[in-house]
């Protein structure tokens, strides 16, 4: 029972449930899927697809937080990205051919490619705090993404390039195969190889790793070029839900929900050891959420105070601290009338510097 | 001197600490009575570290009680034992460099006036701190601008403010050069005159005889015994501590073989010229197969500087280097190993350790990052690579899935070994490798440095003690002013000619 407690996913994951209780609660049909069309339908398969621009996010950023780094970039990026992609499509002469949709996404991912290239440039490179290097690409980007749409907002009619927000494949949605796709290859790789290790060494120690042969300046560059292919997929994905490019409004925040997503997940901001596993229960956890505010009618309001308490409550659990006293509570026997007074929080023995 | 009637200010009894799967500390006794200075000593992982820190509330023991003047008490961190007149100064100097000197005193507690800090009010008691501890420096300076022996006595002046009854010094000598010691032994006995007792960690012997009243030994996280310091001949301790015979001392003390190499042999590097402005001027060296160099010379004398300019931690921005006869550049340490070359920092948990990571993790580190990411060492490979290690090393805990700052110096220090031996290196330099980590230790990797030598490998050695360097090399190059200045035969230099050399005529 201890070890479950202590298991770091554990909070997460019954967070997760426990937000599905309650909509089943509110909405007792909730968990129902049903086959429409041959493909399926229902909350939960909603939920994988609003996951999956978000999961992407994360995942980049999770990979970068492990180098002690962090990537504001990324929510325009994702804004830049859907410009590119539906500016292209708009112009050109034949939006419905697959090539053009193609070409679009290519063009739109490589550009992206290249935004993230920029951010481990400054980072790796130049040496500028990784809030601060972002930080520019956060507020130039979007005006970059005005600039390619020339500051209207651009949609478009495209059936081959809507495949990518509301289509599906074998019953799935195509956005979820995407995003759930990549985020196992990417999480494959990282624990089968050594990426992983050697990215924890050098958020962990950056000088001992540096003398131990490991390209830490080169690793730093890979992840925040990946984090911007990632967002830019993202964005993708976005645009196609919507079929249009909004300079100023797509993406919006995302970034903060992505750092959440990671924080919930259970890697510590200040970089080193990662969860990829829980960082895909935080995104589900947040995009389950955002779904648990229309099932439970909580007006528009004081929805974000709502998801503020959630969030809390999740983070505050997972905090080292608040385990040890829990799994302190549950050694004790909880028969021993009256309740000593706790010896003010023990701290976490792996926390304690040597 | 010591008050044998006086009851114990701090009184221990059947102390356990644990971190599952390990038990740091198995029902230990302790006693500090006031008025004397309290040596604890013990091997690294003896226990000595996690006892200080279950008195002083780091760590919460899981069975025993501590008694600190009369009352049953369980502190809730160093704050708190502190405001019950404990006070601890660690190895490492925990203050804030960028605070003056009267700040870092006073934090805690400052003088108040009118809600605000009283300043002048600051810098006066914390100038009479200083001059209680004959530090003649100015409060007003910012603490960073001084040595870190002075920054020591200031961590020392800082524990003193307020009622302080027991002092623990957690290695406070090992960065300090014979006159500090000297300066930091008057203040220690001024101290233990004021009945104030002080409990105080280190690994040189010699300091525990000169400056202690009485000893507590630790081996293994149990207690050994409590000995009156006159009593105990210190080959006595050294077999306490480490809890065998001294046949491990001894074949340290074997006379290194002397091969004598071929006169046409290439060397292995060779640098001529190599210096970086501001950091050690221009210097040749040779360095063999087979052959230990010793590096002598006094704290800041380049010693650092010239390792880190051999393997690459450092550019250099003049002179030649030549590998195995061909010219080399070596630009980093990743150049660096590609050649054979390894190198580990003095500063240990700065630039040595991956605490965050195993054991396992971090011994496969270096020859990881050498593979490249995109290869991984076959798990079962590095099993038995990371098994072996601990075995020869005698790493403590014997476990690969032991998160690394669990463990104690002496035994980092192993597994920073084991890191560069698994690159099979060609040729390895040790800086500073046995500084801060016990007898037993000390004399295991000075054992090993000699083996590796008599296997072929060439070893640069680093070290602040110069008995230690002078039995294990076969040459010594002298250091000072960031200057290379002699270079001598390791077989028959004698202390006083390496100390003259390092003195360099009383320029010192």
């Known amino acids: 029972m201890t070890k479950i ?66 990537d504001l970039s990324v929510g325009a990026v994702v804004a830049v990205s859907g410009a590119v992609a539906l500016s292209h499509i708009a112009s050109s002469p034949n939006p419905e051919s697959p090539v053009t949709v193609l070409t679009a996404i290519g063009l739109a991912l490589a550009l992206c490619l290249v935004l993230g290239v920029w951010n481990g440039f400054l980072v790796s490179v130049l040496g500028i705090q990784p809030i601060i290097a972002t930080l520019i690409l956060m507020t130039a980007g979007r005006g970059v993404a005005m600039l390619i749409t020339g500051g209207m907002i651009t949609t478009i009619n495209s059936a081959p390039f809507k495949v990518l927000g509301s289509g599906f494949w074998l019953g799935l949605p195509v956005a979820a195969v995407i995003a759930f796709g990549v985020f196992a290859v990417v999480a494959l790789v990282v624990r089968r190889t050594a990426l992983g290790m050697l990215l924890e060494a050098t958020g962990i120690n950056p000088a001992a790793s540096r003398l131990s042969g490991v390209r830490s300046k080169t690793l730093t560059w ?19 839900d919507t079929m249009a490019a909004d300079a100023n409004n797509a993406g919006v925040f995302i970034e903060l929900d992505a750092i959440l997503a990671v924080v919930i997940g259970g890697t510590a901001l200040s970089g080193g050891k990662f969860n990829l596993s829980g960082t895909l ?74 | 001197m010591t008050q044998q ?58 069975a025993g009680t501590i008694v600190v003047d009369g009352v049953e008490r369980r502190f809730t961190g160093p704050a708190d034992a502190r405001a019950h007149g404990v006070s601890t100064v660690y190895q490492e100097v ?50 960073g601008s001084h040595s870190l022996a002075v920054q020591q006595l200031v961590a020392i002046c800082r524990a003193t403010v307020g009622d302080c009854k027991v002092l ?23 101290l233990r005159d004021e009945g104030v007792a002080i409990l105080f960690v280190s690994h040189f012997l010699d300091q525990i005889y000169e400056v202690s009243d009485r000893m507590t030994v630790l081996r293994n996280g149990g207690l050994v015994g409590e000995y009156v310091t006159a009593d105990l001949p210190p080959a006595e301790l050294v077999q306490h501590m480490i809890g065998r015979s001294m046949e491990v001392l001894e074949a340290a003390e074997e006379v290194l073989e002397h091969t004598e190499r071929p006169a046409d042999a290439t060397p292995l590097l060779q640098v001529v010229g190599l210096g970086r402005k501001g950091s050690v001027q221009p210097f040749d060296l040779e360095l063999y197969e087979g052959e230990v160099v010793g590096l002598a010379g006094l704290l800041g004398s380049g010693r650092t500087e010239l390792a880190r300019l051999l393997t690459g931690a450092d550019r250099a921005d003049v002179g030649e280097t030549r590998v195995a006869g061909a010219p080399a550049r070596l630009r980093t340490p990743r150049a660096a190993m590609s050649h054979g070359i390894a190198y580990t920092s003095e500063d240990r948990k700065g630039e040595g350790v991956v605490d965050g990571l195993t054991v396992r993790e971090n011994i496969v580190l270096a020859l990881q990052a050498r593979r490249g990411w995109i290869r991984p060492l076959p798990r079962k490979q590095v099993d038995d690579l990371v098994a072996s290690y601990i075995k020869q090393l005698g790493i403590r805990p014997a ?15 192993k597994v920073l070994l084991a890191r560069w031996l698994a690159t099979a290196p060609q040729l390895l330099v040790l800086d500073e490798p046995t500084r801060g ?16 030598a008599a296997e072929g490998m060439s070893v640069v050695f680093i070290s602040a003690e110069l008995e230690e360097v002078l039995r294990i090399s076969h040459r010594i190059a002298v250091m000072r002013d960031r200057r290379k200045v002699a270079e001598i035969d390791g077989g028959g230099a004698t202390m006083d000619q390496v100390v003259d050399l390092i003195a360099g005529g009383g320029t010192k």
């Not at chain 1, 992840?223 to 196609?240: C, E, P, Q, W």
């Open chain 2, 94 to 143: 925990n203050l804030c460099e960028n605070l003056t000197v009267a700040e870092n005193i006073m934090l805690g507690a400052e003088p108040r006036l009118l809600g605000g800090l009283h300043w002048s009010a600051m810098r006066r008691q914390a100038a009479s701190h200083l001059e209680r501890m004959g530090l003649n420096i100015d409060p007003a300076s910012s603490l």
């Open chain 2, 168 to 190: 623990i010094l957690d290695e406070p000598t090992s960065s300090l050069d014979t006159d500090e010691v000297a300066h930091l032994f008057t203040v220690m006995r001024t």
């Open chain 1, 222 to 240: 890979t992840v925040y070029t990946a984090s911007g292919l990632f967002a830019g997929l993202a964005g993708l994905l976005i645009s196609a």
């Open chain 1, 5 to 70: 407690l202590r298991h770091y996913l554990f909070w997460p994951v019954a967070a997760l449930v426990a937000l599905l209780v309650a909509n089943t609660i509110a909405r007792p049909s909730f968990l129902a899927i049903s086959i429409r069309d041959g493909h399926l339908f229902g909350a939960p398969i909603d939920i994988l697809r609003t996951t999956a621009p978000l999961l992407l996010v994360a995942l980049g950023m999770t990979l970068v937080i492990a180098t002690r780094g962090i």
């Open chain 1, 281 to 354: 229960v935080g995104a589900l956890v947040i995009a389950t959420l955002e779904r648990t505010v229309t099932v439970l009618g909580i007006s528009p309001l004081v929805t974000p105070l709502f998801m503020a308490l959630v969030v809390i409550a999740v983070t505050l659990l997972q905090s080292p601290r608040m385990r040890e006293r829990l799994t302190a509570a549950t050694r004790r026997p909880v028969a021993t009338t009256p309740p000593e007074p706790q010896p003010a929080a023990r701290p976490d023995p792996t926390e304690v510097k040597a």
């Open chain 2, 5 to 62: 009637t006086a009851p114990a200010v701090v009184e221990m009894t059947g102390i356990s600490v644990e971190f599952p799967p390990v038990k740091a500390l198995d029902g230990v006794d302790f006693r500090l009575r006031p008025g004397e200075i309290h040596a604890l000593m013990g091997e690294n992982g003896a226990g000595k570290s996690t006892l200080i820190k279950a008195l002083t509330g780091i760590h919460s023991p899981t």
């Open chain 2, 399 to 413: 476990n690969p899935e032991a998160l690394l700052r669990n463990l104690s110096g002496g035994n980092q220090q």
């Open chain 2, 437 to 452: 980590i016990d007898v037993g230790a000390k004399a295991e990797i000075q054992k090993l440095v000699a083996d590796l």
